[in-house]
């Protein structure tokens, strides 16, 4: 078990591109959750899935931001042109989704960091 | 309205020496409770949880932390800090109304000198 993996690691890009960034969880967890991160802030809650169902989405994934995770395993995080405050940390998780307590304890991937010129 | 709260921007402590890092939460009910760490670069790593029982609860690395539902607080503490411990640190609560909807505070920056 590798944990969670996110890539890439960083990304830069111009504003008015679209990127996409990938995750790969746990292979056990069947809850995967996306997070994203500015400079000095707490992570803030974007999205999550169970399996392949999008459960919950933050009133912070406008229109330009997109997650799926089509067959239940990796996901991927798409934001569409790109704007300077996109920049930012990605941050993917997993959790177990049997178990009571252990659906609640989230396993952080390195994150993927943003920077839009 | 639902918050997490960390007062402490910024702490700056001896090697050593004891750390005590506060978090306070506004909730309607008990949540589950959640110390993380994060070194530059890095993911956030989980350092100890509680979900419900034993008010004091032990963790990795030497840390521990107690929960006070009279005071809403989940101050994590560590007797003696070594300089590997340097790094943010977040408080972090769910509530029981909205899995999966982690919510962090804005951190603890923790700086260790010799």
């Known amino acids: 078990d590798t944990g969670v993996s996110q890539d890439p690691r960083h990304k830069i890009t111009k504003r008015g591109q679209n990127v996409t960034f990938r995750c790969d969880p746990i292979s056990e967890h069947n809850r995967l959750y996306w997070y994203r991160q500015t400079l000095g802030q707490g992570p803030e809650f974007l999205t999550y899935?169970?399996?392949?169902?999008?459960?919950?989405k933050s009133r912070l994934l406008s229109d330009r931001f997109s997650a799926e995770r089509p067959k239940g395993s990796f996901s991927t995080l798409e934001i569409q042109r790109t704007e300077q405050g996109d920049s930012a940390m990605y941050l993917c998780?997993?959790?177990?989704?049997?178990?009571?307590?252990?659906?609640?304890?989230?396993?952080f991937g390195a994150g993927s960091r943003l920077t839009v010129l | 309205a639902q918050s997490v709260t960390q007062p402490d921007i910024h702490i700056t402590v001896s090697e050593g020496a004891s750390l005590e890092l506060r978090c306070n939460y506004s909730y309607g009910a008990t949540p589950y409770l959640f110390w993380y760490v994060q070194s530059p670069g890095q993911g956030l790593q989980l350092l100890l949880k509680y979900f419900s029982g034993d008010t004091l609860v032990q963790g990795i690395k030497g840390f521990e932390a107690e929960f006070k539902r009279s005071q809403s607080s989940f101050n994590l503490r560590k007797p003696s800090v070594h300089w590997s411990d340097a790094a943010e640190y977040f408080c972090a609560v769910l509530s029981t109304d909205s899995w999966g909807k982690l919510q962090f505070g804005a951190g603890t920056q923790v700086v260790v000198t010799p």
């Open positions: 899935f169970q399996n392949e169902a999008q459960l919950e």
């Open positions: 998780a997993s959790s177990p989704g049997t178990a009571l307590e252990g659906a609640n304890v989230l396993t």
